[in-house]
């Protein structure tokens, strides 16, 4: 079977193609009880699959010249619920009970998921398709305050410029 040509996809899945690409970023990571406060670079690389239906992501955040946290999230776009979702899997090992949903308003992606430890809020805030801002927030169970955990500016850059990924 032959995926779908990208101009056959639903306008949602045309929306997910503004993350594919390689993009670097310089993140500003939030003192959580995961890790300490602190600046960090990071590597995102993002490919479209089978035809544009999904968007899989390589996420690798480095500090002080060692990697301290990787991830792949699997992006889609659920028609009948005219719902985005994230799948993500990443080296703290939490293994996901549902996938993060959410809706693109404007320019801006956001994303919800919620889990016995709390809620996590993302945002992918594109400013140009060559740039975009995103922010990671938690909600710890039982509060009512976002916690911000990482933020960061992301420039796209050629695939060819991420070395060993």
Do not use: C, K
Not at 27 to 43: F, L
Not at 149 to 155: E, R
């Amino acid at each position: 079977m032959n995926p779908a040509p990208f101009s056959s996809l639903s306008d949602g899945h045309q929306r997910l193609q503004a993350l594919v690409g390689s993009w670097r970023g310089e993140e500003d990571v939030a003192a959580t009880q995961w890790t300490d406060a602190g600046m960090a670079t990071s590597e995102v690389l993002s490919e479209a699959e089978f035809g544009g239906l999904f968007v899989v992501q390589r996420y690798r955040q480095r500090r002080d010249g060692t990697v301290s946290f990787g991830s792949h999230n699997v992006f889609g776009f659920d028609q009948a619920n005219s719902t985005f979702t994230m799948h993500q899997f990443d080296s703290m090992g939490f293994v996901p009970a549902a996938p993060a949903t959410g809706t693109w308003d404007g320019n801006t992606l956001t994303l919800l998921r919620s889990s016995p430890r709390g809620s996590a809020r993302v945002t992918y805030d594109f400013d140009t398709e060559d740039n975009y801002r995103m922010r990671l927030q938690f909600q710890p169970a039982g509060s009512d305050v976002w916690q911000d955990m990482v933020s960061g500016v992301y420039s796209r850059v050629s695939p060819s410029s991420i070395n060993d990924f």
